[in-house]
């Protein structure tokens, strides 16, 4: 057990009344809300920003750490190893049978994810740094592009438990200053937490996107505001009568707003670190000072089916996502009414036994301290990590992706490592025949994420797929301005010089590409780079290079299939509304005026049903699941793929 020595010549730091911490119901009821927003976002059952119940997480968590930590100081049982062994307890042991259960099933069954680093992020979760994972390999928590990962969730627990080795330092910090000066220690601990909260914001103001998304220096505003309500609990400045008043009365305001921005707010994540998080923040500090005042401020909140719910929240957070992967319509080809009842009865059967069996009787394990602890938990990390390390893929030994271009060019396009990954893939990608002739595929990361399925579908056609699709890159390279790339206004920089392909692959250059390859066939895609970087920017210019691109490939006698623009979903038409028509418009008159080039309505690949039965990511536009997108090509793009060419070629002839 800790104690503070008070320096020779020094005043103690002063110790007046305090209030100490007792179990308050409403806060399980809380974190039950919490739990059922973000479950809610995954399964996209109407939360469109139910990712912010983290965010409430984190402020619950930051109010009970500093309240506990307070009292224990106060009552002069205050220990850093009793702190850590506590944190354990509670965290540790159902984050790793969870990671276990994920690595068993990609040991079983690799690709099972969907995708082959699983190993990795498992690893890096296990070791609490999977949000810096996330982060070095730009990985995107709501990005159109990005494959979710199973542990994807594990970044909040990571934030966590990177705060708690924190929080002694900044406690510590304060602990001195209040001896130092005799000043009180919660006065003290306010004023540190107040000015790590005005560091933290600034750091999400200036790195905004995924950076200040999955940082934990950004993050830690939300877990800081909780501290400072924690403090401030802890000193008795909220039993006040009128401050319990007017907690009690803005409670059910706040909770009511907090649930409508679950609801209602934006689904993309940028816009937080626009000057919102601190906002969204200090509403659930106030809520939940309000609903510990006082008992009878949100009295439902205690009802035992909700704190039943919300002392599970923590198991229910961990299994329900990879569960809601698991039970997706590649893995369970059956009505979706039949999928989610198998999800209901998983993640709540999961949970249930790992609240019983896994965290209760761990936690309560006083006696389970020290070195004992500490050999557990590092054994099971170590063991988690050997049987991983076999399911991370060596590095890459098949031909690039972008087989047949020169060297210097394929190592250009191989850019994107994520997406890159996805073309070397047994699983995802078959076997070329060099005898076969070549059908090239353009376009932006739509094209790229139908290369999988199509490589299954083209030779069916008498071709071999050549996927040449460019996330984020535009027909003919960079689009001349700047425009903005998703629902909420957030601006893209695209390349100045439309004739400089900075930005994108050299592969760019048709001219390059149908020279080097001489593709029989062509098939064209304009996903949202084109419609919302060129297209709506500058039709002229997007109608000119369509046409300089389809003369470039008609001259070295390919056949050129254009598919049109797909009805596009509610926050692409926020972007660019009324362009796929358009461009449809376009499309047919270049097909029309020019033998052996057909427009194709893609044969109902992106109808929005595909969306619900998860063919596609919730964009509406890119493929999610690569199994389940080869299924869905077959009967739709790739038969609407073979009469276009075959109407092409009888052109060509006649």
Same mark, same amino acid.
């Given at each position: 057990?800790?104690?503070?020595?008070?320096?020779?010549?020094?005043? +103690?730091?002063?110790?007046?009344?305090?209030?100490?911490?007792?179990?308050?119901?409403?806060?399980?009821?809380?974190?039950?809300?919490?739990?059922?927003?973000?479950?809610?976002?995954?399964?996209?059952?109407?939360?469109?920003?139910?990712?912010?119940?983290?965010?409430?997480?984190?402020?619950?968590?930051?109010?009970?750490?500093?309240?506990?930590?307070?009292?224990?100081?106060?009552?002069?049982?205050?220990?850093?190893?009793?702190?850590?062994?506590?944190?354990?307890?509670?965290?540790?042991?159902? +984050?790793?049978?969870?990671?276990?259960?994920?690595?068993?099933?990609?040991?079983?069954?690799?690709?099972?994810?969907? #995708?082959?680093?699983?190993?990795?992020?498992?690893?890096?979760?296990?070791?609490?740094?999977?949000?810096?994972?996330?982060?070095?390999?730009?990985?995107?928590?709501?990005?159109?592009?990005?494959?979710?990962?199973?542990?994807?969730?594990?970044?909040?627990?990571?934030?966590?438990?990177?705060?708690?080795?924190?929080?002694?330092?900044?406690?510590?910090?304060?602990?001195?200053?209040?001896?130092?000066?005799?000043?009180?220690?919660?006065?003290?601990?306010?004023?540190?937490?107040?000015?790590?909260?005005?560091?933290?914001?600034?750091?999400?103001?200036?790195?905004?996107?995924?950076?200040?998304?999955?940082?934990?220096?950004?993050?830690?505003?939300?877990?800081?505001?909780?501290?400072?309500?924690?403090?401030?609990?802890?000193?008795?400045?909220?039993? +006040?009568?009128?401050?319990?008043?007017?907690?009690?009365?803005?409670?059910?305001?706040?909770?009511?707003?907090?649930?409508?921005?679950?609801?209602? &707010?934006?689904?993309?994540?940028?816009?937080?670190?626009?000057?919102?998080?601190?906002?969204?923040?200090?509403?659930? +500090?106030?809520?939940?000072?309000?609903?510990?005042?006082?008992?009878?401020?949100?009295?439902?909140?205690?009802?035992?089916?909700?704190?039943?719910?919300?002392?599970?929240?923590?198991?229910?957070?961990?299994?329900?996502?990879?569960?809601?992967?698991?039970?997706? *319509?590649?893995?369970?080809?059956?009505?979706?009414?039949?999928?989610?009842?198998?999800?209901?009865?998983?993640?709540?059967?999961?949970?249930?036994?790992?609240?019983?069996?896994?965290?209760?009787?761990?936690?309560?394990?006083?006696?389970?301290? /020290?070195?004992?602890?500490?050999?557990?938990?590092?054994?099971?990390?170590?063991?988690?990590?050997?049987?991983?390390?076999?399911?991370?893929?060596?590095? *890459?030994?098949?031909? *690039?992706?972008?087989?047949?271009?020169?060297?210097?060019?394929?190592?250009?396009?191989?850019?994107?490592?994520?997406?890159? #990954?996805? /073309?070397?893939?047994?699983?995802?990608?078959?076997?070329?025949?060099?005898?076969?002739?070549?059908?090239?595929?353009?376009?932006?990361?739509?094209? #790229?994420?139908?290369?999988?399925?199509?490589?299954?579908?083209?030779?069916?056609?008498?071709?071999?797929?050549?996927?040449?699709?460019?996330?984020?890159?535009?027909?003919?390279?960079?689009?001349?301005?700047?425009?903005?790339?998703?629902?909420?206004?957030?601006?893209?920089?695209?390349?100045?010089?439309? /004739?400089?392909?900075? $930005?994108?692959?050299?592969?760019?250059?048709?001219?390059?590409?149908?020279?080097?390859?001489?593709?029989?066939?062509?098939?064209?895609?304009?996903?949202?780079?084109?419609?919302?970087?060129?297209?709506?920017?500058?039709?002229?210019?997007?109608?000119?290079?369509?046409?300089?691109?389809?003369?470039?490939?008609?001259?070295?006698?390919?056949?050129?299939?254009?598919?049109?623009?797909?009805?596009?979903?509610?926050?692409?038409?926020?972007?660019?509304?009324?362009?796929?028509?358009?461009?449809?418009?376009?499309?047919?008159?270049?097909?029309?005026?020019?033998?052996?080039?057909?427009?194709?309505?893609?044969?109902?690949?992106?109808? &929005?049903?595909?969306?619900?039965?998860?063919?596609?990511?919730?964009? $509406?536009?890119?493929?999610?699941?690569?199994?389940?997108?080869?299924?869905?090509?077959?009967?739709?793009? $790739?038969?609407?793929?073979?009469?276009?060419?075959?109407?092409?070629?009888?052109?060509?002839?006649?």
């Amino acid at each position: 057990m800790a104690t503070v020595d008070v320096p020779a010549g020094r005043a +103690a730091a002063v110790d007046p009344p305090w209030t100490p911490l007792t179990y308050s119901p409403s806060l399980d009821g809380l974190r039950a809300l919490a739990v059922l927003a973000v479950i809610a976002y995954h399964a996209e059952l109407g939360a469109r920003a139910g990712y912010l119940g983290v965010s409430l997480f984190f402020t619950i968590s930051g109010f009970l750490i500093t309240r506990q930590i307070l009292d224990r100081h106060r009552a002069g049982t205050w220990g850093w190893g009793t702190f850590a062994a506590q944190r354990v307890r509670r965290l540790a042991p159902m +984050a790793l049978v969870t990671l276990a259960g994920v690595t068993l099933v990609d040991t079983v069954h690799p690709f099972f994810w969907g #995708r082959d680093d699983v190993g990795g992020d498992t690893i890096a979760a296990a070791l609490h740094v999977v949000n810096w994972w996330f982060i070095g390999g730009a990985r995107g928590y709501d990005g159109p592009t990005d494959i979710p990962s199973p542990v994807q969730h594990f970044w909040s627990l990571s934030v966590e438990e990177q705060f708690y080795l924190a929080l002694p330092i900044l406690l510590a910090v304060a602990l001195w200053g209040a001896v130092r000066r005799g000043a009180e220690l919660v006065t003290v601990v306010l004023g540190v937490a107040a000015a790590a909260a005005l560091v933290s914001l600034a750091i999400g103001l200036a790195t905004g996107g995924e950076r200040a998304y999955f940082g934990t220096d950004s993050r830690a505003l939300e877990l800081l505001l909780g501290v400072i309500a924690g403090a401030l609990a802890h000193r008795g400045a909220l039993a +006040a009568p009128q401050i319990r008043r007017w907690l009690s009365r803005a409670a059910p305001v706040l909770l009511i707003g907090l649930v409508a921005v679950w609801i209602l &707010g934006p689904a993309t994540t940028h816009w937080l670190f626009d000057g919102w998080l601190p906002v969204i923040a200090a509403a659930a +500090a106030l809520l939940i000072a309000g609903v510990t005042a006082s008992t009878d401020t949100l009295g439902w909140l205690s009802h035992p089916v909700v704190v039943g719910v919300g002392r599970r929240s923590y198991s229910l957070y961990l299994v329900h996502w990879p569960i809601i992967l698991a039970t997706g *319509p590649r893995v369970i080809d059956a009505p979706a009414t039949v999928r989610w009842a198998v999800r209901i009865v998983a993640i709540i059967a999961l949970a249930e036994a790992g609240f019983r069996w896994v965290e209760t009787p761990i936690r309560r394990r006083h006696s389970f301290v /020290g070195r004992r602890l500490a050999a557990a938990y590092l054994g099971a990390v170590t063991v988690l990590i050997i049987v991983t390390l076999p399911t991370i893929p060596t590095a *890459p030994t098949a031909e *690039p992706f972008a087989a047949g271009l020169p060297s210097d060019v394929a190592a250009r396009f191989e850019r994107d490592g994520e997406l890159a #990954r996805l /073309g070397r893939r047994p699983e995802m990608l078959a076997d070329p025949d060099p005898d076969l002739p070549a059908l090239v595929l353009r376009g932006d990361s739509t094209a #790229r994420f139908l290369g999988g399925p199509l490589s299954h579908a083209v030779p069916k056609l008498g071709y071999r797929l050549i996927n040449l699709g460019a996330p984020g890159c535009v027909l003919g390279g960079d689009a001349p301005t700047v425009g903005p790339v998703d629902g909420d206004g957030e601006a893209g920089a695209i390349g100045d010089d439309p /004739g400089e392909a900075s $930005g994108c692959p050299t592969i760019a250059d048709d001219n390059v590409v149908a020279t080097t390859l001489k593709p029989r066939a062509v098939v064209f895609t304009f996903g949202v780079a084109d419609m919302a970087f060129l297209a709506a920017t500058d039709p002229t210019l997007f109608t000119d290079r369509v046409e300089a691109a389809v003369a470039t490939y008609v001259d070295v006698g390919a056949l050129v299939v254009l598919v049109a623009p797909w009805p596009e979903p509610e926050w692409q038409q926020a972007i660019a509304p009324g362009v796929p028509e358009a461009v449809t418009a376009d499309l047919r008159r270049i097909a029309e005026d020019t033998d052996g080039v057909v427009l194709t309505e893609g044969g109902g690949l992106f109808a &929005g049903e595909r969306r619900d039965d998860r063919a596609l990511r919730p964009d $509406g536009v890119h493929i999610y699941d690569q199994a389940l997108g080869r299924k869905v090509v077959s009967t739709t793009l $790739g038969p609407a793929l073979a009469a276009a060419l075959a109407e092409a070629a009888a052109e060509r002839r006649g």
